[in-house]
Structures are given as structure tokens and as C-alpha cells.
């Protein structure tokens, strides 16, 4: 999951970047469609990874606010994105998406699974990093 996110984070930055560059209809064109590959592969693996950090008992509300959060963020991108556009140019909310999604890849690149196992095993009764007591519990 966390390649899924790197990956389409960082295949979304170089989609935004070939959207402010492109000359033609058809270069903006695939930079969509990199765009596109991108999202799709960082949204659902970006959204499971957080779920997986969460305790069990907190995935409803976990997953609620992951949403939530989404909404707004399609809400407001669209307004900060015409005021970039005003205030500094054609390239500049396509080059402000691109930083984002470089800053979201940095922070998922924190998030290994090593530090997902802690996380759960202080929030979940049974859940432990050991292997050999979980072979012995089944």
C-alpha cells in the first residue's frame, strides 16, 4: 500500500508538471491521463493505510473523517486553485498540486509498516509484533 502511495503521489506531481508545461491540447491531454493513473493509485491505498493505523474500534469514525476530509479538500482546491491562477498565473495551481503531492508522498514515506504494527499493538488488546505469539495464539 505505501508504494501505492508513493508512486501515484509522485506520478500525480509529474502529471501536474507536464499539465504546466504543455504547448499542445494533446500534451495537457496526457498529462491527465498521468494525472489520472496517479490519483487512482494513491487515493484508496492512501485512505487503507491510514484505516490500518487506527484502531479497530475507531475505523468508522476514522473513515468518516478521512472522507470528510476529502470533501472539503474538493470544496476548496477548485477556489484556491482560481485564486492562485489570478494572483500568479496559468502554472501556478497546477505547480502548487505538484508540491502537495510531493509533501503527501514525504509524509506517507513515514508511515511504514513497522510503525503501523506499534501503533496498533498500543491500541488493540491481542494485537502484538511478535511473531511467534501470534503462531502460539492460533
Given at each position: 500500500?505505501l508504494?501505492?502511495?508513493?508512486?501515484?503521489?509522485?506520478?500525480?506531481?509529474?502529471?501536474?508538471?507536464?499539465?504546466?508545461?504543455?504547448?499542445?491540447?494533446?500534451?495537457?491531454?496526457?498529462?491527465?491521463?498521468?494525472?489520472?493513473?496517479?490519483?487512482?493509485?494513491?487515493?484508496?491505498?492512501?485512505?487503507?493505510?491510514?484505516l490500518?493505523?487506527?484502531?479497530?474500534?475507531?475505523?468508522?469514525?476514522?473513515?468518516?473523517?478521512?472522507?470528510?476530509?476529502?470533501?472539503?479538500?474538493?470544496?476548496?482546491?477548485?477556489?484556491?486553485?482560481?485564486?492562485?491562477?489570478?494572483?500568479?498565473?496559468?502554472?501556478?495551481?497546477?505547480?502548487?498540486?505538484?508540491?502537495?503531492?510531493?509533501?503527501?508522498?514525504?509524509?506517507?514515506?513515514?508511515?511504514?509498516?513497522?510503525?503501523?504494527?506499534?501503533?496498533?499493538?498500543?491500541?488493540?488488546?491481542?494485537?502484538?509484533?511478535?511473531?511467534?505469539?501470534?503462531?502460539?495464539?492460533?
Open positions: 500500500e508504494q501505492m502511495v508513493l508512486g501515484g503521489a509522485l506520478l500525480s506531481a509529474v502529471g501536474f508538471v507536464s499539465a504546466a508545461s504543455s504547448a499542445s491540447p494533446r500534451g495537457f491531454a496526457a498529462a491527465l491521463a498521468i494525472l489520472a493513473v496517479g490519483t487512482a493509485l494513491s487515493k484508496s491505498a492512501a485512505a487503507a493505510l491510514i490500518n493505523a487506527s484502531a479497530r474500534h475507531r475505523s468508522g469514525q476514522v473513515s468518516g473523517a478521512v472522507d470528510a476530509l476529502e470533501a472539503c479538500c474538493r470544496v476548496l482546491s477548485p477556489l484556491g486553485a482560481a485564486f492562485a491562477f489570478e494572483s500568479f498565473g496559468r502554472e501556478a495551481p497546477l505547480a502548487a498540486a505538484c508540491s502537495l503531492c510531493l509533501a503527501g508522498a514525504a509524509v506517507f514515506a513515514e508511515a511504514t509498516p513497522q510503525s503501523n504494527a506499534r501503533i496498533r499493538s498500543k491500541t488493540e488488546p491481542g494485537f502484538s509484533t511478535d511473531s511467534s505469539v501470534a503462531k502460539k495464539s492460533r
